[in-house]
């Protein structure tokens, strides 16, 4: 499975609009950052997680030529108000795309979305897609997805689990019942906001002592804000952490 960080940003993305702090001018290509989402590749098969509103540029520089599913992990603005431009996907390929979500974010989504599952836009070209509520693990094209339930701030959100590998953007606890599921990864993937506290982010402190608790070969720092340089904060993590950054690929 190849895994590629479709965006790795907070939720005004980075740069921040008129901000003019060093790193929202900053040159390096790995100070800009979009809006969070992964995507999956395996056996011809395109999955994202979340679609961010950033999701039409992210599929353009990933030259994405198909979509299969998506899987959203909670319905804030910056994870779910892309989805609308899934539709040339559906278009292409003339089934209806897959989405799995717990049931308060698909209620979210059926709410913000509503033009697309009533299909009473009387303009034309309206996405079509299929709901699949997520109460546990579940399997896509022969990969299992074990949902990992967070809190982001008091709100319970999902991370996954496939393979080896976890993602878990937007949080600040894990729930004890979740540890277990965290054991034995080689990728984990999780929320390093900043280092000031957020009340719903962890911060890279608090998300490298989650690295050195649960062990993981390697971690990968996602949700950044415009606090943190990549090349600055990359050389005071330890060799098996770095900043992800938008674009960059992990074969798992
Ligand atoms: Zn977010
Ligand atoms: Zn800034």
């Known amino acids: 499975m190849r895994l590629t960080f479709l965006g790795t940003g907070t939720s ?18 790995h100070d800009q950052r979009t809006r969070p989402s992964l995507l999956l590749e395996y056996d011809g098969r395109v999955v994202v997680i979340d679609t961010s509103p950033d999701f039409r540029q992210q599929a353009l520089r990933q030259e994405l030529r198909r979509l299969d599913a998506v899987v959203f992990t909670h319905d804030h603005a910056d994870h779910i108000l892309g989805l609308d431009d899934v539709r040339v996907f559906y278009f292409r ?10 049931e308060r974010t698909m209620a979210s989504i059926r709410r913000v979305y509503k033009y697309i599952f009533d299909q009473d836009y009387p303009y034309g070209g ?25 809190f982001h701030g008091d709100l319970p959100v999902l ?10 953007t937007d949080f600040s606890s894990i729930p004890d019942p979740t540890l277990p599921l965290l054991e034995g990864l080689d990728v984990l993937i999780l929320d390093a906001l900043r280092h000031k506290p957020h009340p719903s ?7 490298l002592a989650w690295v050195d608790r649960l062990k993981p070969e390697r971690a990968f720092f996602t949700h950044i804000a415009h ?19 938008d674009g960059l690929s992990l074969d798992v």
């Open 126 to 150: 309206l996405a079509k897609l299929d709901p699949h509520l997520i109460d546990g693990p579940f399997e896509l094209w022969g990969a299992e997805l074990v949902p990992l339930p967070i």
């Open 201 to 207: 982010h962890s911060t890279v402190e608090q998300s």
């Open 93 to 102: 390929q003339k089934v209806p795309i897959p989405i799995y979500a717990d």
């Open 227 to 245: 606090e943190l340089s990549h090349e600055a904060t990359n050389a005071t993590l330890p060799p098996q952490v770095r900043l992800a950054y």
């Open 159 to 168: 991370g996954f689990r496939f393979g080896r590998c976890a993602y878990l």
């Open 12 to 29: 005004t993305g980075v740069p921040t609009l008129g901000c003019h702090c060093a790193v929202c001018r900053s040159s390096d290509p």
